[in-house]
């Protein structure tokens, strides 16, 4: 898998536990939502501890683990499937300050849709990788100077420039 | 000078009536065709392979059909300056073959332009305020308005500067662009729904309450397609200032919950159908109230602006009724028939709005050749302040002419070809492109419009029948409409022939109705002889001014089977 954070293909420092891997003492690991309830249990709060989740899921059942988790990555079955912009935005709203990753076949195109709906990061598999290299993420960030939408994270709103333009 | 006053210099011979791009308007649309040029190169190189490329080239208008790419160009609510539409006319030619079709959306369709030529095509709408961003795709597509909008008599608020606000809202969004499907929002603001906002995913209906504010009633679930619909009201007055944030609840709901495992049930009125209205209303109810609103506080300011430029053009005062409209009625019958097929009224006393039929008699509906567009264009600065719209009944409307100048107008189209007096009659058809053109089709649909046409290319047989509105699909998705025609043809494959089902029935109005299955499919060759028959049974049943629709209404469905049988038993096999 690559990472892509701010535009560059970094080094991931978080590992995905595997279902039947035994959970480390030290944390730093990914690990499946049906897990997560024992993770947050066995380790103490000064672990690092993320979670991988269904794009399906419903936010209010992880409001009690927000305050625990330094990781939320959100699995995009399919690139095309948007449910993940919005559970993502939900999470933001719900207060969750941590890192947030889309993990699946996301396409560069869609970095700027993903950084406006709150995500930090994104896991892409290799192959695609390979395909789409590092400066067509990078340059998929730079598109747009501005959206015409309020409220979501990234680049600036083309509203409130009209309204600065308007006062000056 | 303000802003605006700076752009009304720039065009002296033009009143701003329409939305005028700023510098960020122009920028966004440049990066856009920046992006998509790129996007281009990619999937030539291989960086993107055509299942990735394919919703990125969809969000930009272009299609792949049958013969070769398709482009969709975005015609916001409808409404194109002369300017525009020459700049229509000069792609026709350059890139195309010299024509162009208008869509039942608002929009124009390119058929034979080249993928790597779609950048420079692009490129040249956006030096004219063009796009065809969102014409197509899972995201929300081109807003319509009703065409009317400005002029209608019957109007509260032109609906242009709400669609022109989501327009921008919804361009783009970071959230919404891959949605379970399509999305498509229409807007009215008079008494009379010609928008047909009942049948889209999403419908806004201006309204304003006893305090005289305005809000808007939103319809959502309405939709057409392999499975109609009629909308449902899910906000009864959503104040102005809420628009956008409802909005965004409604769109939250669907991407979250809208059925992703069959697209044929991945349309909103799907979910709502399923899970029923109710819960959907609670659903966005709750969503509406849990989000941070205050992002929208600042936007009726933003809405204000937009509004400013569609101002009324500077009417001049004018007696009510022209006497020179009337003598050269006199004069010239064909003329006298047009003005009063093809020509309503207009808000200002001394205006009229002229429908511009693009349904010649055995033509194909809604096609313009570029040299109709540029005499449209001509038409719209000598006789209307440069404006000009498309219906969608896929015709062009100059909605600001002079009754003195109607006549002179009239001289100027007709060689043109654009003075068929059908407007609403019987061969003012609405049709998709059928199997000439769309990979989806399962029949052909411009031959059978074109045939029926033909049938009733007598003009004065049409007038006695009067208003009538027959709507064709190619198949089962229903981009002509047929579900809400008051007859509607759907062509079917059957067996490896194409056979052709007829409903009776269908409105689209805010009275919306779903049509009514007839009976077993025809053949394209007997499509014209049952539509004769049932438009016969039709005149001799109905009464003194009675449209279609309500002569089916009160006589009932049995009796218009009945003809069909009975007409089957002599000979015809239906």
């Not at chain 2, 309204?207 to 808007?216: A, F, P, S």
């Not at chain 2, 404006?387 to 107008?409: C, G, M, T, Y």
């Not at chain 2, 609405?430 to 052909?444: E, K, N």
């Not at chain 2, 009733?456 to 998705?477: E, W, Y």
Request: glycine share 8%.
């Amino acid at each position: 898998m690559a990472l892509i954070s701010e535009g560059r293909f970094v080094e991931d420092s978080w590992r995905r536990l595997a279902d039947e891997e035994a959970l480390p003492k030290t944390g730093g690991v990914i690990v499946s939502l049906p897990r997560l309830e024992h993770a947050l249990e066995v380790l103490g709060t000064e672990s690092a501890l993320g979670v991988i989740v269904p794009n399906t899921t419903e936010p209010s059942s992880l409001i009690q683990a927000l305050p625990r988790l330094q990781l939320i990555s959100i699995s995009f079955p399919a690139f095309s499937d948007g449910r993940g912009f919005s559970l993502a935005r939900l999470l933001r709203r719900a207060g969750f300050k941590g890192e947030l990753r889309a993990s699946g076949r996301l396409v560069a195109d869609q970095y700027s849709h993903a950084v406006g709906s709150g995500f930090d990061t994104i896991e892409i598999p290799e192959d695609l990788a390979e395909r789409q290299d590092e400066e067509q993420w990078r340059a998929a960030l730079n598109v747009y100077a501005m959206s015409y939408q309020r409220g979501y994270t990234g680049r600036g709103s083309i509203l409130e420039a009209r309204r600065r333009a308007v006062r000056s | 000078m303000t802003a605006v006053d700076l752009r009304v210099a720039q065009r002296p011979n033009a009143p701003v009536t329409t939305y005028r791009y700023d510098e960020y308007d122009a920028a966004f649309v440049r990066e856009r065709v920046a992006e998509f040029r790129e996007q281009v190169r990619r999937r030539l190189s291989g960086a993107l392979t055509e299942e990735e490329f394919r919703p990125f080239r969809l969000m930009n208008g272009l299609y792949l059909q049958l013969h070769a790419y398709m482009l969709r160009v975005a015609i916001p609510y409808g409404t194109l300056t002369a300017r525009q539409m020459r700049r229509l006319a000069d792609i026709a030619d350059r890139w195309d073959k010299g024509y162009g079709h208008f869509t039942t959306r608002q929009n124009l369709q390119y058929n034979w332009p080249k993928l790597v030529d779609t950048p420079d095509i692009l490129e040249a709408l956006a030096d004219v305020e063009m796009h065809a961003i969102q014409t197509s795709g899972n995201c929300i597509r081109n807003v319509t308005a009703d065409h009317l909008a400005g002029v209608a008599p019957d109007e509260i608020e032109d609906p242009r500067p709400t669609a022109e606000f989501l327009r921008q809202w919804s361009s783009l969004h970071p959230e919404f662009s891959f949605l379970p499907r399509k999305f498509k929002i229409a807007v009215t603001g008079a008494e009379h729904d010609r928008a047909a906002i009942m049948v889209h995913d999403v419908g806004l209906r201006i309204l304003r309450n006893e305090r005289g504010e305005i809000g808007y009633q939103v319809v959502v679930g309405g939709g057409l397609g392999r499975s109609p619909f009629v909308g449902k009201i899910v906000g009864d007055f959503v104040p102005r200032e809420d628009l956008l944030a409802f909005l965004e609840a409604i769109m939250r709901v669907y991407n979250r919950f809208g059925r992703r495992d069959n697209k044929y049930k991945a349309r909103i009125k799907i979910l709502v159908h399923e899970k029923g209205i109710d819960e959907i209303r609670a659903a966005v109810e709750a969503e509406f109230a849990a989000m941070d609103r205050s992002v929208f506080s600042h936007d009726p300011a933003e809405f204000e602006r937009i509004a400013s430029f569609f101002a009324p053009p500077p009417y001049e005062t004018l007696p009510a009724a022209s006497s020179a409209l009337r003598a050269a009625k006199l004069e010239m019958p064909a003329f006298a028939n047009f003005v009063d097929v093809n020509v309503s009224a207009h808000k200002m006393p001394g205006y009229a709005i002229v429908t511009v039929s693009l349904k010649p008699i055995g033509g194909i509906p809604g096609d313009a050749t570029s040299e109709q567009m540029r005499v449209l264009a001509d038409a719209s600065e000598r006789f209307g302040f440069g404006e000009l719209r498309v219906s969608h009944e896929q015709n062009i409307i100059l909605p600001h002419v002079k009754q003195d100048d109607l006549f002179a107008l009239w001289r100027l189209l007709e060689p043109a070809d654009l003075a068929t007096a059908n407007a609403g009659l019987v061969s003012d058809i609405i049709s998709c492109p059928g199997l000439d053109y769309c990979s989806l089709a399962t029949a052909r649909s411009i031959p059978i419009a074109q045939a029926i046409s033909k049938r009733f290319a007598d003009m004065s047989r049409q007038r006695r029948i009067g208003k009538l509105g027959i709507k064709i699909s190619g198949c089962i998705n229903a981009c002509g409409h047929h579900h809400v025609g008051a007859i509607g043809i759907l062509g079917l494959e059957k067996k490896g022939q194409e056979s052709y089902q007829i409903t009776l029935g269908g409105d689209p109005t805010f009275s919306a109705s779903i049509g009514e299955i007839l009976g077993p499919g025809v053949t394209a060759e007997q499509v014209p002889d049952v539509i004769e028959h049932l438009v016969d049974f039709y005149l001799a049943e109905r009464e003194e001014g009675e449209a279609f629709i309500d002569t089916w209404r009160r006589i009932g469905h049995v009796r218009f089977k009945d003809v069909l049988r009975r007409e089957g038993e002599d000979g015809a096999d239906i």
